[in-house]
Structure formats: structure tokens, C-alpha cells
């Protein structure tokens, strides 16, 4: 076996800075903070706003610590209905956390128009089909905002 095949693949760094969450959740997230800390921000122990739950779960999905990854990943995938209604709608979150639920909730109809009606959301390029489209809305994203599925929907 070669060294090269041991060898982890290296955590891409997050895209937002740690000034992107209030001051008074930025420790729940921040690299320097100790594992137990990070790991309550994971598991959305910490009482936070739509918003701020959900960029604080996105950050934490690049953790250098795996088991913080995978908790952000986790509690990402299955936030409540009443803090991702409120958090795809809004406008200020940062497009790279609209970008990843985009890519979390893809089987998720009702969210994805959420995102897909978020001026801020990025244009996306999927790979593989999409899901069924549910309106008239859906199917119009489709077209405009997603490179490869408007080949496939035009």
C-alpha cells in the first residue's frame, strides 16, 4: 500500500469569514474553539435565528474535525420546516449557504422554490436529473438558472 493512498484529503477552507455570524455565536464556530463548543453549534444545540443556525451549520461543515462535520451535515439535513422556511426566503444570507441547502435539500420540492425565488440564491449547475417538476415556477428556474437542466426542459 502506498503512503500517498493514507493520506486524508485536505478540508477546503470555508468561504465565509467568522465576522459573517454575530459575535455571540462566532465561538460556536470558530476553528480556535474548543471541540465541545464546535460540537454544540453542530448539533444545533445552540438557540440562533433561521439565519444564523443555518450559516453557522454551513461553516461547520468545513470543521477540521470530521465528527463536527458530519453533526453540521446531519442537523443541516434535517432542520425544522419553521427555521428553513424562514432562512431559504432571506434574502441576506450568503449565496454559498443558499448554495449549499440547494444541494442538501434536492429531493425537496418545496424548498427548492424557496431557493429558487431567493434573489440571492446562485445560479446552480446540477449533476443528474432533477427532481419532477412540481410548478410552474420550478420548471421556469429550471430554464433560466440551471445550465444543464435547460437543455433537458426547453
Partial sequence: M???AQVPAAIP???????TLPSNFQK???PKAPVPL???GAKAMVPMGPKEMTTALFMLTFDADAAVREAAAKSAAGLP????????RDETLDPPVLGYYADTYTGKTEYL???ALNASTPTRRCSGSPPP???A???SWLRTSCACCAIRTS
Fill in 113 to 115: 422554490e424557496m431557493l
Fill in 133 to 135: 417538476p412540481a410548478s
Fill in 2 to 4: 502506498s503512503d500517498a
Fill in 38 to 40: 464546535r460540537m454544540m
Fill in 13 to 19: 477552507e470555508c468561504p465565509l469569514p467568522l465576522s
Fill in 81 to 88: 420546516d419553521r427555521i428553513l422556511s424562514v432562512a431559504l
Fill in 28 to 30: 460556536h464556530v470558530d
Fill in 137 to 139: 415556477s420550478w420548471r
